[in-house]
């Protein structure tokens, strides 16, 4: 049985992977606050979701996410490094974070679920 779990989904993600929430509840600023279901795989959704469109510094990413515990956060994403969703190079003084060719398949594979079920 999966668990669920109260989290913070930025309303784009919570609006695209809407079957993963089970009830929303208030907006703060650019987030709703949720309770979801199948948190690991709206996690590492939420990271590649905010990546499709460019890289990211660590902070940035860390922001848009949602993610709000930084150990969870640099759990899913070493695990989507780790996984070769999302790259990262340093760039400066930064760590840049893009998603990979695999992220994007990934992510897709959600993406399109959605769109054949409406």
Known sequence: MIRTRL????????????????????????????????????????????LRGNS??????YSKSKIRMKKSFLNYLHLCVDYNFIKKEPRGANMIYSITEKGHTMLNLFIHKQLHMQ
């Not at 606050?33 to 199948?38: G, N, S, V």
């Open 7 to 50: 989290t913070y989904v930025p309303l784009e993600v919570a609006d695209q992977f809407e079957d993963f929430i089970i009830k929303r509840g208030e907006q703060v600023l650019d987030a709703v606050k949720a309770k979801t279901r199948d948190y690991s795989t709206l996690s590492l959704l939420k990271l590649l979701y905010q």
């Open 56 to 61: 990211m510094t660590f902070s940035e990413l």
